[in-house]
C-alpha cells in the first residue's frame, strides 16, 4: 500500500476531553529537517574553505615578504659597503692632504703658470667636477615626497654615493697632482754654509764690474754635500762653462735647478732623486774665487729668485 504522504497529529485535552487535529505532509517537513542538520555542516565547510584560502594567501605573501627582505638585505650590504670604500677614501685623502706648511709658503710663492699646469690635468677617465653633477641629475630630481618604497629609497641613495664616489675621484686627483706639484717645489737649502751672494745686480767679484749675478752663492767649505732642492730627474752632469762642474735637475711642471762649481758628482745623467738626496760636493770649479756652491732656479724657461722658495734647511748628514 502506498503511503499518503501527509500525516494527522491528534492532540487531546484530558480535562476537557476536546481533540485537536493538525494534518502534516511528510515532505516538507523531511526537506526543513535536512536544511536545520545541512546548515551547520555547510557552514563549517565554508569555514574550512575561507580558511585554506587566507593560509595559502599568507603563504604567498610571506613568501614574497621573504624575497623582499632578502633583496633590501642585499640592497643594504651593497649600500654599506659603498659607505665603508668612502669612509675609506676620505681617511685616506685627508691623510694625502696633510701639508708642510713652509712647504705650502713655497709652493704659493711659485709662478702662475707653473701651478697652473700642476693642477690644470684632468683625471684620466674622470669627468671635469661641473660634469659630475648631470650624470646625477636623476637622483637628485627626485624629492622626499616621491620616495613611495624602499626601492626609491635604496635607488637616491645609490645616486649620492655614486656622485660622491664621483667628485671624490676627482678631489683625489687633484691632491695627487698637488702633492707631486709639491715634491717638485725647489723649497730645500742645497747645501749648509753662509750666503755670500744672492740674485740680482752685484760688483763682480774678479773684474770688479758691475754684473747681474743669476743666482745664489752659498759658501761652504770644500766637499761640503750638496742636496737635490725637491724631487726630479737629473738632466745634465758634467762641465759647463763659467758654472763649471755643473748638475741639472728637472723637476717637472716646468721646474729645473742648476748646481754649480761642484768639486764631484754623486749621481749620474738620467738618475731619479728625491728631496734631501745628496747629488754632489761644493767645490771652486769654473769662474769661482773661493768654495762655493752656485745655485739657481728655473721656472718655465725664466729665472727665479731661489730665496722667495728655500724655507727649509737640510738634515745633517
Not at 603563504?59 to 632578502?70: F, K, P, V, Y
Amino acid at each position: 500500500m502506498k503511503p499518503s504522504g501527509r500525516y494527522t497529529i491528534l492532540v487531546a485535552n484530558r480535562s476537557t476531553g476536546s481533540v485537536h487535529r493538525a494534518t502534516v505532509p511528510v515532505r516538507p517537513v523531511v526537506i526543513a529537517i535536512c536544511v536545520v542538520l545541512a546548515t551547520p555542516i555547510l557552514i563549517g565547510m565554508g569555514a574550512a574553505w575561507k580558511a585554506h584560502g587566507n593560509t595559502a594567501g599568507l603563504r604567498a605573501s610571506q613568501s614574497t615578504l621573504r624575497l623582499e627582505n632578502e633583496n633590501y638585505r642585499r640592497a643594504t650590504e651593497a649600500l654599506a659597503g659603498q659607505i665603508g670604500e668612502l669612509q675609506l677614501a676620505i681617511a685616506d685623502l685627508g691623510d694625502r692632504s696633510d701639508l708642510d706648511p713652509n712647504l705650502a709658503r713655497a709652493m704659493d710663492r711659485l709662478p702662475a703658470i707653473v701651478k697652473a699646469s700642476a693642477m690644470g690635468g684632468a683625471a684620466p677617465g674622470v669627468a671635469p667636477a661641473g660634469a659630475i653633477g648631470s650624470q646625477a641629475d636623476p637622483g637628485y630630481v627626485r624629492t622626499l615626497s616621491a620616495l613611495t618604497s624602499p626601492d626609491d629609497t635604496f635607488g637616491l641613495l645609490r645616486s649620492l654615493l655614486e656622485s660622491l664616489s664621483s667628485r671624490l675621484s676627482v678631489v683625489s686627483h687633484a691632491v695627487e697632482r698637488r702633492n707631486a706639484l709639491a715634491d717638485a717645489t725647489p723649497s730645500m737649502w742645497p747645501s749648509i754654509g753662509w750666503l755670500s751672494s744672492t740674485m740680482g745686480t752685484r760688483k763682480d767679484p774678479i773684474t770688479g764690474g758691475t754684473e747681474y749675478h743669476s743666482g745664489l752663492d752659498i759658501a761652504s767649505e770644500r766637499g761640503a754635500p750638496v742636496y737635490a732642492t725637491a724631487a726630479g730627474t737629473v738632466k745634465h752632469v758634467g762641465r759647463q762653462g763659467a758654472y763649471g762642474n755643473l748638475i741639472v735637475i728637472d723637476h717637472d711642471f716646468g721646474l729645473e735647478t742648476r748646481y754649480g762649481h761642484l768639486l764631484t758628482y754623486l749621481v749620474s745623467p738620467g738618475a731619479t732623486v728625491k728631496r734631501g738626496d745628496i747629488i754632489a760636493r761644493v767645490g771652486a770649479t769654473g769662474r769661482a774665487t773661493g768654495y762655493h756652491l752656485h745655485y739657481e732656479v728655473v721656472a718655465n724657461g725664466r729665472l727665479i729668485n731661489p730665496l722667495s722658495l728655500l724655507t727649509q734647511k737640510p738634515l745633517a748628514r
